[in-house]
């Protein structure tokens, strides 16, 4: 067959869209048939619960949108290289596309994919996408990656954004390869009765995630000052998306943008967020051992707890620490699949201070509990949290959740809309924590709600010491 008639394989990975899609966009130009694939390798695999649950919602979602363009998306299981070899073989095709991954361990197995495929004569091209700016176009004047967020935002918020290019046409191959069935793989199994829950919450795919984008902009004039409150629905709910490629981020910053235009507020404040989590991924390409242990190496020696089974951290996970602000935050992600961005930095301060344990155990639930999960927000959050991250404050943060709930949950709505212990007529939203987590947690609504495991003062002495034994020892 002949390469202008022979098929591009479109490697699909965390890019469950058609527009904005660099990689499938330069595949549709050739005029080529263009086979989607989506591999379920050992890194899918290695997903937590509920995110692996949410993949599963994306693929089914995307798998209709290509349907709908008269495509079919091609499932397959094993490993990536020899799935994509088998599928060369099968259909004759003679190029891969892909969109980059940013990650040490997909870094690992593009580059091998890469390398072998070209050996064999196969074209293997990855393309942008997941971010606004590649993690080696931005530097410090010294040429130097940043490590602090504003000089990162200042350095790129006038650069130019390429605008997002349309779905495009997709030909399809005169004969389909065969398919794996996606309810075969099971990928919600590990969520067990907490997807029943978490489900009514969830409307995975492109056209969801387009609808979330507009409604947002509805109240982005409130953004600076409502997306930070607990009881407020400001923020713009697009994280899970982001996180699968559901959406491009041009796709975002430019209708943000085109919103500036026509006079609407609190533009700045959005696309300043939107930066941070490209600041998170260019950190994780730069010192991938974000993911792994202290990026600043100096809290190596750091006194904390490591027991996973320690008393402290499974009431902390059972949203039982009598800490109501922690509790419900923990509660609204084992119902909904997410949390608040406020609640996570407070359930992660109390965790990593004032239970003292080590922030690599709380992101680890993180990423088995949350359906936004994201490899480079989770770890840093929670390393910026614990202090062991990028962060250009001296001094050791703690936040104190009581004068957080204050702020943030004046009058307790969101309180009471996790915490269903002492209400006399509690809200189904927190009745639902019940019903999500494991039975052999034996939780009962009916039961008191449990004293703090550590009292707030307590646990900030404690961490202050600890931070200033660290500093003189």
Not at 261 to 270: E, N, P, R, S
Request: hydrophobic fraction near 40%; aromatic fraction near 10%; charge should be neutral.
């Amino acid at each position: 067959m002949e390469s202008t008639q022979s098929p591009i394989i479109m490697w699909f990975r965390r890019d469950l869209r058609l527009s904005d899609h660099p990689a499938l966009s330069a595949a549709a130009r050739t005029g080529r048939p263009i086979l989607p694939v989506f591999i379920l390798d050992d890194l899918v695999h290695g997903l937590g619960a509920a995110p692996k649950w949410r993949l599963a919602l994306g693929l089914e979602s995307f798998a209709q949108s290509l349907a709908q363009t008269g495509s079919r998306l091609i499932l397959r299981q094993g490993d990536a290289l020899t799935v994509l070899q088998q599928l060369i073989a099968e259909t004759g095709a003679t190029a891969v596309y892909w969109s980059r991954a940013y990650d040490p361990d997909s870094i690992a197995r593009d580059t091998q994919v890469k390398a072998e495929l070209t050996r064999q004569g196969i074209e293997a091209i990855s393309f942008a996408g997941h971010l606004l700016f590649e993690p080696w176009t931005v530097a410090t004047k010294t040429g130097q990656p940043f490590r602090v967020f504003t000089p990162m935002w200042r350095a790129v918020q006038d650069r130019e954004v390429a605008l997002p290019d349309p779905a495009p046409t997709l030909n399809a191959p005169t004969q389909w390869p065969a398919s794996d069935d996606l309810t075969l793989w099971k990928l919600g199994a590990q969520m067990n009765r907490g997807a029943a829950v978490v489900a009514p919450y969830v409307r995975p795919g492109e056209p969801a995630a387009f609808e979330v984008l507009h409604g947002f902009l509805d109240r982005m004039s409130r953004y600076s000052d409502h997306r930070d409150r607990l009881d407020k629905d400001g923020t713009s709910d697009l994280s899970e998306y982001l996180s699968l490629g559901e959406i491009g981020p041009r796709s975002v910053w430019h209708t943000v943008q085109r919103a500036a235009m026509t006079g609407v507020q609190g533009t700045d404040a959005y696309l300043r967020q939107l930066v941070w989590r490209e600041f998170a991924y260019h950190l994780m390409y730069h010192t991938p051992q974000l993911l792994s242990g202290n990026w600043r190496p100096e809290w190596d020696g750091f006194p904390w707890n490591t027991d996973v089974g320690h008393p402290n951290v499974t009431a902390w996970q059972q949203a039982r620490t009598g800490i109501p602000v922690v509790d419900a935050g923990l509660r609204q992600m084992y119902v909904t699949g997410r949390m608040h961005n406020r609640a996570r930095m407070i359930v992660a301060s109390y965790l990593t201070k004032h239970l003292m344990t080590h922030w690599k155990i709380g992101m680890d639930w993180f990423a088995d509990c949350l359906i936004d999960w994201d490899p480079a927000a989770n770890a840093m959050g929670w390393q910026w949290v614990a202090g062991s991250g990028p962060d250009a404050s001296p001094f050791f943060r703690i936040f104190n959740p009581l004068t957080q709930q204050e702020k943030f949950d004046p009058s307790g709505t969101y309180l009471r809309r996790w915490i269903a212990e002492g209400q006399a007529e509690p809200s189904a939203t927190a009745l639902s924590y019940f019903d999500a987590v494991p039975r052999s947690w034996g939780l009962d609504p009916s039961a008191a709600y449990p004293p703090p495991v550590v009292e707030l003062a307590a646990g900030r002495a404690q961490a202050l010491a600890a931070y200033e034994g660290r500093k003189t020892g």
